[in-house]
């Protein structure tokens, strides 16, 4: 899923992230509940309306961004008041604004808030969070089902925590998949532990998540992550990496990144990648890219977030093929090898 | 004419200008001349293959940038000198090189090599740039018969000077008309004179062009000032204005323009302009693009270059209807009176 924090996937108009195939994005609910609100957008017509994008929309609680942005928070067990990091204004959220505040942006797919404990945690304060996030997911669930909100065709997604703790992973997976969620994703990740615990976490967690139901990773990863998570389970991703990479200059290949700003692209007359079919490839040089980014011009940045979009779509589009097909254990072994190899 | 001054209309893909009916676009010799050369561009496809974009071209001389940007100049006789705003190189342009540098660009329409005098200034030294002027006119015409430019259906069109000095104006007029161009440009306004003097020149110049020659001022205008001079017989314009402004947040509409940061946008649900067919008023409204200018989002000045770059495409339109329809002069007055009047 592109990333489109404040209602924009930064950089591209909607028309140019069709063309690369989009067929779901991402929005953040606490940065559009603090600007420009989640009244005003639901009285534009909801974050479709609003922002053009007439495919479905993910949208996270909140909560992670609370825990990581503002300051002054203080946890409650009804839910967490926060100083938002742009004008300091006292907020508070708790099952009921988040649902609340997502039933007004509209979102196709509302996730649950949760308490995401840093990395690492001690075992106790994992475990209060853990249960926390139970009671807060249970809440959501009524409220959603209350409200109409998931008679009405929307989805809600549970969050599993438990850090580094196996068995708390376990227990949360099992407790979550008991109040028949839409999908579950796995929490925690990707908040500063090292590569090999954070698969490891995923690896603990997917087998206790529900088989028929999506399984999603939230604000991960790279190429490869990507692919050894989905050899783990997983199926759904959102990452804001191909997007802000794209703005300074950083170009997804099958061999490894590139730096378009780089001497040796002066006057490169190929594509980003050879024979990938998106705008991009199909239009622009690396030498023209590499010029946009030498000239300051924000054309390069909007040209290449098209083509880093395209190739994270492409990649799980790929996988997806190679699954169906049988071979995808050999086939992103062999991927992840070319990708990493030094060149 | 949209302005792309480094081998991009600023912060929009060719896909929009396509979109917005932008017939000709307009690049810059003296940029792409220094960054990333011409040489370069004529390798890659020239400047439409290298920027993506297969409508004609147009390019200036790179002269008027000299003037205006570059430090150091020498004018001689067979050019001028002057060091590179970017690195203090010292180079040269003479009517060979702006004539090569456009041929490698592969220009649709080259401008002549002039000089362009600033404002106000002395007759004696006006005289002198329109002496000049004629005969690097004279040698461009002959250059891009040699080399087969002209030849190949490529055009060239020529800058009457004269500043101030209506006689100077009407000579030089007379005598590049004589030399049989493809167009030729009204040169030496908008360099700082007042607007009502601007439009003096204008009007001194235009009846002594060809009639059956597209006529084109150079740099200009504001929507009443196109319209003025439309008035005058001029046929074309680029100006980067609207797309300057557009990454402000400065939006162009038939009231006048509208700074869309302003508070009262807030939750106005319209589009820029109610009923103007482009992508960005077809799907946006005034509330969605204040967001993204106060949220710093790049996609604000985008969708509102669109719109700012079609609002100028479809008053020209407009104008030849009118001006088919025989009622221009009055409709011109009433559009420009309905723009200005305060609000």
């Not at 950089?11 to 609100?37: C, E, M, S, W």
């Not at 649902?99 to 990395?119: F, K, R």
């Amino acid at each position: 899923m592109p990333v489109g924090t404040q209602g924009t996937v930064k950089a591209v108009t909607p028309v140019h992230l069709r063309d690369i195939g989009a067929q779901i994005i991402l929005g953040n609910t606490y940065h559009l509940n603090l600007r420009p609100g989640s009244e005003l957008i639901r009285d534009l017509g909801g974050l479709h309306g609003f922002m053009g994008w007439d495919g479905p929309i993910l949208t996270d609680s909140g909560g992670f961004q609370v825990f990581s942005l503002s300051k002054l928070r203080e946890i409650r067990d009804d839910g967490v008041a926060f100083q938002s990091h742009l004008d300091g204004a006292t907020l508070f959220l708790g099952p009921k604004e988040v649902m609340g505040i997502q039933a007004n942006l509209g979102s196709d797919i509302a996730m649950v808030l949760d308490e995401c404990p840093p990395w690492p945690v001690e075992r106790d304060a994992c475990a209060l969070a853990c249960e926390r996030s139970l009671r807060w997911a249970r809440r959501c669930r009524e409220i959603a089902s209350e409200s109409g909100f998931l008679a009405s065709g929307h989805l809600v997604f549970a969050i599993a925590q438990g850090s580094t703790y196996d068995d708390l992973r376990r227990e949360a997976a099992g407790a979550l998949a008991d109040l028949d969620f839409s999908g579950y994703a796995v929490g925690g990740v990707s908040v500063g532990e090292p590569e090999p615990e954070m698969l490891r976490q995923v690896a603990a967690t997917a087998p206790f998540l529900p088989e028929g139901k999506p399984r999603y990773t939230m604000g991960l990863g790279t190429p490869p992550q990507i692919l050894r998570m989905i050899a783990l389970g997983v199926d759904m991703f959102d990452c804001v990496l191909p997007t802000r990479v794209a703005r300074n200059g950083l170009a997804f290949t099958p061999d490894g990144p590139l730096n378009l700003r780089n001497e040796k692209f002066r006057a490169d007359p190929r594509p980003v990648v050879e024979g990938l079919d998106n705008y991009t490839c199909r239009n622009f040089s690396r030498a023209y890219l590499r010029h946009l980014f030498m000239a300051g011009e924000m054309l390069g940045g909007t040209l290449l977030t098209i083509h880093n979009l395209h190739f994270f779509l492409d990649l799980v589009a790929q996988a997806r093929a190679r699954i169906e097909a049988g071979d995808f254990g050999p086939w992103h072994q062999a991927w992840i090898r070319r990708y990493e190899e030094p060149k």
